[in-house]
Each structure stands twice: as structure tokens, then as C-alpha cells.
């Protein structure tokens, strides 16, 4: 059974930082691309970023280039993802999210983890 | 960026009753969309890609069609778990999604 489990959320101050992690399992984690996807609370849903395979690739929106970084490492069957400067409009629940393809539609998703940032 | 636009904002239908939401691009996106079901406190959940591929394990009754920009889900005979939200996403340009159908009960 494909299981995504995040982890790492909380309440951080404006300009704070936070790392989520999302361990997999269920699946040959190296064998996809994996993203995050967050929703601000009673919002829809934002891709936030993805990376490769090999973690040769990494992609973001453009809100967030600059302060965030994903990453992962096959060995532990994780996804990371580093978040700095966090500003208000960060809150939200994230998501890791698995995608066959550079470009696929997600078929499995994590249950989430609420980051607030918040003074 | 490409838009997408989901129509009505909220559907009142009854069970057993015939659900129609819609979807559209602001540009082509071919056949690259997604349909995903969410409950309330939930993750969302694929239940269509390819436009009109259901996901492993979605009933028959949801059923997705549509090319190019605009595109339809529909359920055919709601049942009491249908009711939640609908967000369509495109990934044919980057990953955007709806801002969602609510389909609740009339």
C-alpha cells in the first residue's frame, strides 16, 4: 500500500524557517518525481514544487523561489522541504504529492501537515 | 500562467440524482487534466487524469470527458460520500488547479 506520511509542521514567526519531511513507503520511491502542494486554510490548492528522480531536476513557483528548496534522499525513502523566510501568506497545509512523470497528474497524496506562520 | 476556471462555484443535487461540473482553460491544455475529490480535513483524492482515465479504484459513475479547454465531470448517480469538492487541474504547462466545485446535498 502507497503511504505518505509529512511531518515537521507547526507555528512559526514571519521570517522564520521550517523543514517538512514526507516519508514514503509502499513503492519504489526513486522511481518517481514527487512534489509539494499546499492549501491556505478554506483555499484551493497550490503546486509548490518538484524534483526528479535523482534530484538532478528541482522546479518551483515562482512565489516561493528563493526561500524554498526541495529535496530527497532515496536511500530513506524521503522528500524534504526547506522553507525560509517565511512570510503570512505561507500558512497553509502542505502536501507531498507523487507524479509518474515531469508532468503527470498526482495519484497519491499525503494526509498533510499544517505550517502557520504567525507573530 | 495557465488559468482554470470550475463552474458553479456550488452544486445542489440530490442523491441519485445526475452531478454535471465543468472546467475550463484559459489555453489548451490537450487531454493533460486532472479531476480530484476532496472531504473535509482530507487530502485530495485523483479520481480522473487523462481528461477521461478513472484513477484505480473510482467507481464507474464518475466519469470525466473534454479536450483542449473545456472539460466536464460528470457523477451519475450521486451517492451520500460524493458530496465534498471538486478541483480540476491542468499539467499540461506546470501544475494549476480550479479553485473547486462544493457539491453538496439539496
Known amino acids: 500500500e502507497v503511504q505518505l506520511v509529512e511531518s515537521g509542521g507547526g507555528l512559526v514567526q514571519p521570517g522564520g524557517s521550517l523543514r517538512l519531511s514526507c516519508a514514503a513507503s509502499g513503492f519504489t520511491f526513486s522511481s518517481y518525481w514527487m512534489s509539494w502542494v499546499r492549501q491556505a486554510p478554506g483555499k484551493g490548492l497550490e503546486w509548490v514544487a518538484n524534483i526528479k528522480q535523482d534530484g538532478s531536476e528541482k522546479y518551483y513557483v515562482d512565489s516561493v523561489k528563493g526561500r524554498f528548496t526541495i529535496s530527497r534522499d532515496n536511500a530513506k525513502n524521503s522528500l524534504y522541504l526547506q522553507m525560509n523566510s517565511l512570510r503570512a501568506e505561507d500558512t497553509a497545509v502542505y502536501y507531498c504529492?507523487?507524479?509518474?512523470?515531469?508532468?503527470?497528474?498526482?495519484?497519491?497524496w499525503g494526509q498533510g501537515t499544517l505550517v502557520t506562520v504567525s507573530s | 500562467e495557465i488559468v482554470m476556471t470550475q463552474s458553479p462555484a456550488t452544486l445542489s443535487v440530490s442523491p441519485g440524482e445526475r452531478a454535471t461540473l465543468s472546467c475550463r482553460a484559459s489555453?489548451?491544455?490537450?487531454?493533460?487534466l486532472a479531476w480530484y475529490q476532496q472531504k473535509p480535513g482530507q487530502a485530495p483524492r485523483l479520481l480522473i487524469y487523462g481528461a477521461s482515465t478513472r484513477a484505480t479504484g473510482i467507481p464507474a459513475r464518475f466519469s470525466g470527458s473534454g479536450s483542449g479547454t473545456e472539460f466536464t465531470l460528470t457523477i451519475s448517480s450521486l451517492q451520500s460520500e460524493d458530496f465534498a469538492v471538486y478541483y480540476c487541474q491542468q499539467y499540461n504547462n506546470w501544475y494549476t488547479f480550479g479553485q473547486g466545485t462544493k457539491l453538496e446535498i439539496k
Open positions: 504529492a507523487r507524479g509518474e512523470y515531469s508532468s503527470s497528474d498526482f495519484d497519491y
Open positions: 489555453q489548451s491544455v490537450s487531454s493533460n
